[in-house]
């Protein structure tokens, strides 16, 4: 099995883990792996009003999470996200956040409201 095949595996393994943690703590999942033209949210999650767009990412070391996320790599969350907003009119009145889950060293760490978006419309 090739590198980048592992890397991908790892990511959903990371990401499945982040879905039960966060259904234990009373988050509804909306979307896993939403896909559009521009890119993908990992997980759509809703708690308390809130819409939780959240990046996973799997690490084998603390040292490497340090800017595994680009600014690139944000702004398309943040479009792909306005295009989830634009299909599904029903979650407008909610609050909406953008936050990352790293899966390191077989632990999951969360990180609410991770950056804020480029534009004011969240």
């Not at 690139?72 to 956040?97: V, Y």
Request: hydrophobic share 40%.
């Amino acid at each position: 099995m090739n590198t980048k095949q592992t890397a991908f595996q790892s990511g959903l393994c990371a990401e499945k883990k982040v879905i039960v943690l966060l259904k234990y703590h009373g988050f509804e999942i909306i979307k896993h792996r939403y896909r559009t033209s521009v890119g993908e949210i990992d997980i759509i999650a809703l708690k308390d009003n809130v819409i939780h767009i959240v990046e996973v990412k799997h690490r084998s070391r603390l040292t490497e999470v340090r800017g595994c996320l680009t600014q690139r790599q944000r702004r398309r969350i943040e479009q792909a996200t306005e295009i989830f907003a634009a299909e599904n009119p029903l979650f407008m009145n909610c609050s909406w956040q953008f936050d990352v889950a790293f899966e390191v060293e077989d632990e999951i760490r969360f990180l609410e409201c991770a950056w804020s978006p480029e534009k004011d419309r969240w």
